[in-house]
């Protein structure tokens, strides 16, 4: 199976495939998308909404991973972000109507690393343990996609609360315990 992930934004935007073949997981491909050569924020939903498109016709993922909204401290910066999200979903629904997952950032840093608050080093020398080659992610915003793949690869069919969100596993995730539900799936 191939995993899209995806780091919304409203101003650049990180995307990452992986394929999953058995038990083991490849790189396939990441990058960064950037919108902020558009002055309008309105115009740029819409080169949101076209790059999402580009993105699933090239790739044809077969499940579409998406990190959750975040808290932040400025309301303005948080609207632009759900609707830059908006954006993202609506093109992901087009061809992948309940094939698109949502996880908090929280759940990923867990599922990747084992901590749930793990800085980018941590998240980035995970992935390659797992990916298994020596990646150079040229941005944050590409090795976090990978990571929310990665997340998503590792949590199919683990149960969802009423949200949406990915419950943990008992005992909280760890990428040990992602491993071992992975191996009675």
């Known amino acids: 199976m191939l995993f899209l992930g995806i780091d919304p934004g409203s101003r650049k935007a990180g ?3 992986i394929k999953k073949e058995g038990r083991k997981f490849h790189y ?7 919108y902020d050569k558009v002055p309008s924020f309105l115009d740029r939903l819409g080169l949101i909404y076209e790059s999402c498109e580009e993105i699933i016709k090239k790739y044809e993922p077969d499940e579409i991973a998406i990190e959750s909204l975040i808290y932040v401290k400025s309301v303005p910066s948080l609207a632009k972000l759900a609707q830059a999200r908006g ?3 609506a093109a992901f629904m087009k061809t992948h109507q309940q094939k698109v997952f949502e996880y908090s950032p929280n759940l990923v840093k867990s ?3 084992g901590h749930g608050h793990a800085n980018k080093e941590s998240i980035d020398k995970s992935l390659k ?8 992610f040229k941005s944050h915003d ?3 996609a990978l990571a929310i793949a990665l997340c998503h690869a590792l949590m199919r069919g683990v ?3 009423k949200k949406g ?3 943990a596993l008992k005992g909280g995730t760890s990428l040990k315990q992602a491993f071992r539900h992975l191996e009675k799936s």
């Open 15 to 17: 995307y990452g495939l």
């Open 28 to 34: 396939v491909d990441s990058g960064s998308l950037r």
């Open 87 to 89: 954006a993202m979903v």
């Open 111 to 113: 599922t990747v690393s």
């Open 129 to 136: 343990l797992v990916l298994g080659q020596d990646l150079d």
């Open 142 to 144: 590409e090795s976090d």
């Open 159 to 161: 149960p969802v609360t």
């Open 165 to 167: 969100h990915a419950k």
